[in-house]
Protein backbone atom coordinates (compact mmCIF):
# COMPACT_ATOMS: atom_id res chain seq x y z
CA UNK A 1 0.00 0.00 0.00
CA UNK A 2 1.20 3.38 -1.39
CA UNK A 3 0.88 6.24 1.34
CA UNK A 4 1.57 9.78 0.77
CA UNK A 5 2.01 12.97 3.55
CA UNK A 6 2.12 16.32 2.42
CA UNK A 7 3.35 18.56 4.45
CA UNK A 8 3.72 22.74 4.38
CA UNK A 9 0.93 23.94 3.47
CA UNK A 10 -0.53 27.22 5.62
CA UNK A 11 -1.12 31.06 5.15
CA UNK A 12 0.83 33.40 3.55
CA UNK A 13 0.55 36.90 2.18
CA UNK A 14 0.75 37.34 -1.44
CA UNK A 15 4.50 37.29 -2.84
CA UNK A 16 5.59 35.26 -0.43
CA UNK A 17 6.90 31.48 -0.82
CA UNK A 18 5.90 28.05 0.74
CA UNK A 19 7.57 24.73 0.45
CA UNK A 20 5.46 21.88 0.38
CA UNK A 21 6.77 18.35 0.80
CA UNK A 22 5.42 14.83 0.25
CA UNK A 23 6.78 11.57 1.97
CA UNK A 24 6.04 8.61 0.37
CA UNK A 25 6.07 4.86 1.69
CA UNK A 26 5.04 1.30 0.00
CA UNK A 27 6.77 1.67 -3.28
CA UNK A 28 10.27 1.95 -4.79
CA UNK A 29 10.50 5.53 -4.70
CA UNK A 30 13.67 6.07 -7.01
CA UNK A 31 11.64 3.99 -9.79
CA UNK A 32 8.46 5.56 -10.16
CA UNK A 33 6.82 9.42 -11.56
CA UNK A 34 5.36 12.29 -9.01
CA UNK A 35 3.48 14.71 -9.95
CA UNK A 36 1.49 17.86 -7.53
CA UNK A 37 -2.17 18.91 -8.70
CA UNK A 38 -4.29 21.38 -6.61
CA UNK A 39 -7.77 22.11 -6.36
CA UNK A 40 -9.78 25.49 -5.84
CA UNK A 41 -12.90 25.65 -4.07
CA UNK A 42 -15.64 25.28 -6.86
CA UNK A 43 -13.12 24.46 -9.05
CA UNK A 44 -11.86 20.85 -10.89
CA UNK A 45 -8.83 19.60 -9.61
CA UNK A 46 -5.70 20.93 -12.32
CA UNK A 47 -2.18 19.85 -13.21
CA UNK A 48 0.40 22.07 -11.28
CA UNK A 49 3.93 19.93 -11.61
CA UNK A 50 5.15 16.65 -12.45
CA UNK A 51 8.63 15.35 -12.06
CA UNK A 52 10.08 11.67 -13.65
CA UNK A 53 11.87 8.85 -11.71
CA UNK A 54 15.09 10.59 -11.98
CA UNK A 55 13.81 14.12 -12.54
CA UNK A 56 15.15 14.18 -15.80
CA UNK A 57 11.55 15.46 -17.24
CA UNK A 58 9.80 17.98 -15.46
CA UNK A 59 6.64 19.87 -16.49
CA UNK A 60 4.80 23.12 -15.22
CA UNK A 61 1.18 24.07 -16.08
CA UNK A 62 1.84 27.68 -17.52
CA UNK A 63 -0.09 29.22 -15.04
CA UNK A 64 3.02 28.32 -12.38
CA UNK A 65 5.86 28.26 -14.66
CA UNK A 66 8.87 30.52 -13.54
CA UNK A 67 7.29 30.59 -9.75
CA UNK A 68 7.40 26.90 -8.67
CA UNK A 69 9.58 24.54 -8.57
CA UNK A 70 9.25 20.54 -8.22
CA UNK A 71 11.99 18.48 -6.94
CA UNK A 72 12.96 15.23 -5.59
CA UNK A 73 15.09 13.56 -3.01
CA UNK A 74 15.31 9.63 -4.17
CA UNK A 75 17.01 9.36 -0.86
CA UNK A 76 14.50 10.31 1.46
CA UNK A 77 11.43 9.35 -0.52
CA UNK A 78 10.22 12.96 -0.68
CA UNK A 79 8.85 15.51 -3.35
CA UNK A 80 8.96 18.86 -3.02
CA UNK A 81 6.90 21.86 -4.61
CA UNK A 82 8.76 25.11 -3.64
CA UNK A 83 6.59 28.10 -4.74
CA UNK A 84 7.38 31.64 -4.77
CA UNK A 85 5.91 34.74 -6.03
CA UNK A 86 2.43 33.78 -4.73
CA UNK A 87 -1.04 35.03 -5.65
CA UNK A 88 -4.22 34.91 -4.31
CA UNK A 89 -5.37 32.84 -7.25
CA UNK A 90 -3.03 29.80 -5.89
CA UNK A 91 -5.03 29.15 -3.15
CA UNK A 92 -6.56 25.24 -2.94
CA UNK A 93 -5.42 22.75 -1.33
CA UNK A 94 -2.66 20.78 -3.26
CA UNK A 95 -2.17 17.24 -3.72
CA UNK A 96 0.57 14.81 -4.56
CA UNK A 97 0.26 12.07 -6.37
CA UNK A 98 2.61 8.85 -7.40
CA UNK A 99 2.42 7.06 -10.62
CA UNK A 100 3.15 3.30 -11.43
CA UNK A 101 5.92 4.15 -13.97
CA UNK A 102 9.15 6.41 -14.02
CA UNK A 103 6.88 9.41 -16.27
CA UNK A 104 6.04 12.50 -15.76
CA UNK A 105 2.33 12.72 -16.78
CA UNK A 106 0.31 15.91 -16.81
CA UNK A 107 -3.15 14.45 -16.12
CA UNK A 108 -4.45 13.11 -13.28
CA UNK A 109 -5.38 9.80 -14.29
CA UNK A 110 -1.77 9.08 -15.00
CA UNK A 111 -1.63 8.54 -11.30
CA UNK A 112 -2.95 5.75 -8.97
CA UNK A 113 -2.46 7.12 -5.49
CA UNK A 114 -2.95 10.34 -3.96
CA UNK A 115 -2.50 12.08 -0.46
CA UNK A 116 -4.66 13.73 1.43
CA UNK A 117 -4.15 17.58 0.91
CA UNK A 118 -2.20 20.16 2.20
CA UNK A 119 -4.14 23.37 2.28
CA UNK A 120 -2.29 27.09 0.86
CA UNK A 121 -4.12 30.02 1.57
CA UNK A 122 -3.01 33.35 -0.27
CA UNK A 123 -4.15 36.87 0.64
CA UNK A 124 -3.70 39.99 -0.95
Known amino acids: QVQLLESGGGLVQAGGSLRLSCAAS????????MGWFRQAPGKEREFVAS????????FYADSVKGRFTISRDNAKNTVYLQMNSLKPEDTAVYYC?????????????????WGQGTQVSVSS
Open 97 to 113: ASRPSPGAPRTAAGYDY
Open 26 to 33: GRTFSNYG
Open 51 to 58: ISYGGYSI
